[in-house]
């Protein structure tokens, strides 16, 4: 069981990136994923939630109307779009298989993780 996340960099103020979080050795359609993010100095934060019931999504108000998450099943790969990106949102970004409806909302328990991938904004 392994989740890979990619596509972080570094990007300027207002830019986008595009995570993905592909998945290997197991078939995502069953669970739900969270996207966290961990800048230095700071507690985990979870960023969204995306259920595979029924597509049901939920945002951090920090991030609600900058980012969008998706999944492709076909493809076995979640995605985190983030639009105008601020400084703020610099970090270690993770996803994580969760329950698969995201009870929970932002608070679902995190099972399995990837190892991360930098985002960087820069002023």
């Known amino acids: 069981v392994e989740l890979v996340e990619s596509g972080g960099g570094l990007v300027q103020a207002g830019g986008s990136l595009r995570l993905s979080c592909a998945a290997s050795?197991?078939?995502?359609?069953?669970?739900?994923i969270g996207w966290f993010r961990q800048a230095p100095g700071k507690e985990r934060e979870a960023v969204s939630c995306?259920?595979?019931?029924?597509?049901?999504?939920y945002y951090a108000d920090s991030v609600k109307d900058r980012f969008t998450v998706s999944r492709d099943n076909a493809k076995n790969t979640l995605y985190l779009q983030m639009d105008s990106l601020k400084p703020e949102d610099t970090a270690v970004y993770y996803c994580?298989?969760?329950?698969?409806?995201?009870?929970?909302?932002?608070?679902?328990?995190?099972?399995?993780w990837g190892q991360g991938t930098q985002v960087t904004v820069s002023s």
């Open positions: 994580a298989t969760v329950d698969p409806m995201c009870a929970m909302g932002l608070e679902s328990i995190p099972n399995y």
């Open positions: 050795g197991f078939t995502l359609d069953y669970y739900g």
């Open positions: 995306i259920s595979s019931t029924d597509g049901s999504t």
